[in-house]
């Protein structure tokens, strides 16, 4: 058995009735509720305002009822509601980055995977922390602007987009820089970005082991950035600032990659280790998370972040991925987390997966 994250007042609804997969209408809401309605699960699509006319192209991914509310904020208004009709919510960054993670945390309503890892995703010093425990390559940390001596992006705390993200190719370019909050400053490794999508599975007993459940391998992507492209992020940068255009980092899409398979060894062991870790630390992740990373041309994998819950990368693959194929056919992230709810009810194990 592994560590209960939940109590068993807060999953008994769950386990009594077939759970509702809640989310934010936002974000990868279509592959979660597409995923929770291909396994038979309840949906409701959380709405700020009107639910967006736009699900009603997508009949396989409409979610069975929306509850719109004025502001996200009075999400927490219907926690009791939602507890006693079996809802469990699936964390997603836009979702946590409305909310904010301490009322997210405070919402009286079972959640998908562990609570706790979003206090450590959403503080740079604090995931810094975490992965330098787990001794996987990163990029090197500057303390001030003052140390900086080559090539630095400043990102700011939160699952934010990369808006507001910083690239200066030397310390003079740093002038320029004005924060608007909390940032972290980390030198800027040239090599190939890889968003790579995993699972981790609390129940399995068998696949990737670790501790007492297994990783899965779902997806991989990387992303298209408003204004700015991968030749240019350094080169470009003087000449586009005379224009007036100040490049960024908002992510506005996503492409589909495979890494070569000889990295896989060196992914896997990354993942693991922050797996691992993750237990140490706050009793571990469950389901998705992804680890987003560069590869150098001395062909090493050197984590610039981790996202622990379902990133939009995985939105490319609503019937399977490369890579998801060969775990189950079309078996998507969303669908992934619904049959892992699915499981840990039928083996009375909810507390291990719900928090």
Request: a neutral charge; proline letters at 6%; charged letters at 25%.
């Amino acid at each position: 058995m592994g560590i209960e994250l939940a109590s068993a007042s807060r999953v008994a609804a769950v386990k009594e009735r077939t759970p509702v997969i809640a989310t934010l209408c936002s974000h990868s809401s279509l592959q979660i509720f597409h995923g929770a309605r291909h396994e038979g699960l309840g949906t409701l699509g959380i709405a700020v305002g009107k639910p967006p006319r736009f699900y009603e192209a997508f009949p396989l991914a409409r979610p069975d009822r929306f509850l719109s509310l004025p502001k996200l904020a009075e999400l927490g208004r219907h926690a009791a509601t939602l507890q006693r009709e079996g809802a469990v919510i699936v964390p997603t960054g836009s979702f946590v980055e409305y909310l904010g993670p301490t009322a997210f945390n405070a919402l009286e309503v079972p959640v998908f995977g562990n609570r706790k890892v979003l206090g450590w995703e959403s503080d740079r010093e604090k995931e810094r922390e975490w992965l330098e425990q787990a001794q996987v390559p990163m990029p090197k940390k500057f303390a001030n602007l003052d140390a900086v001596d080559g090539p630095v992006i400043i990102k700011y705390y939160g699952a934010k987009g990369g808006k507001g993200f910083f690239l200066a190719k030397n310390p003079e370019e740093l002038a320029d820089f004005r924060p608007t909050g909390p940032y972290v400053i980390q030198e800027y490794v040239v090599g190939t970005r890889y968003y790579v999508h995993f699972f981790y599975s609390p129940l399995s007993e068998d696949g990737y082991r670790v501790r007492h459940g297994s990783i899965e391998l779902l997806g991989m992507d990387r992303r298209d950035e408003a204004n700015i492209d991968e030749l240019y992020k350094l080169g470009a940068q003087e000449g586009l600032r005379r224009a007036g255009i100040r490049p960024t980092f908002v992510v506005t899409g996503n492409v589909p990659v495979v890494l070569r398979e000889s990295l896989l060894p060196q992914v896997f062991d990354v993942a693991a280790r922050i797996v691992d870790t993750s237990v140490d630390l706050f009793g571990g992740m469950v389901g998705p998370f992804c680890v987003e990373g560069i590869v150098t041309e001395e062909l090493q994998f050197k984590v610039f972040e981790i996202s622990t819950r379902i990133v939009a990368g995985t939105n490319l693959f609503p019937s399977g991925s490369s890579y998801s194929d060969l775990v189950a056919p079309q078996l998507s992230t969303g669908r992934r987390i619904a049959l892992e709810l699915k499981r840990a009810r039928a083996e009375d194990r909810l507390g291990e997966v719900l928090s």
